[in-house]
């Protein structure tokens, strides 16, 4: 794992510095800001300091376990993986844990004041210690095991799935030294899951003319609540021209509860039946920023709805910029997730949005269908309130939770 920071006037400056040396998937942990210290500090410009990470060639090797070798790791994790420890990816090494200390890790508690210091961690990369006894390396070893099942079990107990738990524990064995102090476990833990989300992609405008946003999903998940959120923050934060449009003619009541939004943000509204009217709302609307399109929920196993879905998303192709959303409610069965998200991934690309994460305690399924998919992750609800209740995805909150930290939004 490689680990890098820029600075820069801007945030923006320091990431297209990050983006330029690393490439495009560079993902970035932390943004700060630093004054400059000194006698003339007060007339010096504030920079800000972006610290990102990339996977290099060994961390993209991943490996899968079956059930059964499972179950014999939850034991002991099998074999001690031969160290193959680089300063790459390892934060920090300390000495080891008082006896209370390893006691509270291992009873669950104390793993959310660790995660509260991960972001220092970030910044720190201290030496090895060697100890003086083959004793102390072996309680070391035996207690940095016990810890990563701990983790491991968090994450079960947070509903990611098995598969991508045991990946996760995998590449972390196989790319660290055996005997790490549980400091480093937990910020290794920490940093392959943000990398594994991956960076957020957020609605941009188009380079030219207005940019069509579908949004698609099951009935019942709140797209039309997201949308009239998303269209808020387009109108009132950004002064961004926007217009509404519904294609779920099946349920009168999605449409009157979209065309009540458009009338209190002020922006033109139109029901649309067929994928000629779309077009038609392209041209009348071309000096527009934004066309945010409402569609009908369908099953996914209708085989007619899915072709009809399809030739609404794809009217526009080659006439305009468009950018397609499935939202998902956290709340749903991660089995009945991979249905509905792999029949629209026959019918078209798309990114994520999951809502009613107010409802849950689990988000483990945020990250089951980010590595299922490989869709980006874009914005996340917890509520009915619009246009307050939805936020951009956040990676390091979302971790920090799937590891046993307390949400403190």
């Known amino acids: 794992m490689i680990i890098k920071k820029y600075r820069a006037k801007t945030e923006a400056e320091a990431v297209n510095q990050a983006k330029k040396e690393l490439g495009q998937n560079a993902v970035i942990m932390n943004v700060r800001n630093i004054k400059k210290k000194g006698a003339l500090s007060f007339i010096m410009p504030q920079m800000v300091e972006v610290t990102v990470a990339m996977e290099d060639d060994a961390d993209r090797e991943t490996v899968r376990k079956e059930p059964a070798k499972l179950s014999q790791a939850q034991a002991g994790y099998g074999e001690t993986p031969v160290p193959s420890k680089t300063s790459e990816g390892i934060l920090s090494d300390t000495l080891l844990q008082s006896t209370m200390e390893k006691q509270e890790f291992q009873s669950g508690r104390g793993i959310e004041e660790r995660l509260e210091s991960l972001q220092s961690l970030l910044e720190k990369q201290l030496k090895p210690v060697e100890e003086d006894t083959e004793d102390a390396a072996e309680e070391e070893v035996d207690e940095s095991v016990a810890f990563i099942q701990l983790l491991y079990n968090m994450m079960l107990e947070n509903e990611v ?7 996760i524990i995998d590449e972390i064995e196989k790319g660290s030294n055996s005997n790490l102090p549980m400091d480093a476990v937990l910020s290794s833990v920490y940093q392959k899951m943000i990398l594994k989300f991956g960076r957020p992609m957020h609605i941009q405008m188009a380079k030219s003319g207005p940019k069509v946003i579908f949004f698609i999903g099951p009935t019942g998940v709140g797209k039309t609540t997201t949308i009239a959120k998303i269209a808020s923050r387009f109108r009132v934060d950004e002064k961004r021209k926007i217009v509404l449009l519904t294609a779920d003619t099946y349920r009168i009541a999605a449409a009157e509860q979209l065309r009540t939004y458009a009338n209190i943000l002020e922006v033109p509204f139109r029901v649309v039946y067929s994928p000629e009217e779309i077009e038609t709302a392209l041209q009348d609307f071309h000096s527009f920023d934004y066309i945010l399109v409402d569609t009908a929920g369908h099953s996914h196993q209708n085989e007619s709805q899915r072709e009809t879905m399809s030739q609404l998303l794809h009217c526009i192709d080659g006439k305009a910029e468009k950018e397609v959303f499935l939202v998902l409610s956290a709340t749903t069965k991660y ?3 991979v249905g509905i998200a792999d029949s629209y991934k026959d019918i078209t690309e798309y990114k994520l949005i999951f809502t009613k994460l107010d409802e849950t305690s689990t988000l483990g399924n945020l990250l089951n269908l980010k590595l299922h998919t490989g869709a980006a992750l874009s914005y996340v609800t917890c509520g009915q309130n619009v246009p307050d ?8 909150k979302t971790v920090k939770q799937l590891l046993g930290g307390k949400n403190k939004s």
Do not use: V
């Open 389 to 396: 209740d939805i936020e951009n995805f956040n990676p390091q």
């Open 335 to 337: 089995r009945d997730l």
């Open 161 to 167: 799935n098995e598969k991508y738990a045991n990946q």
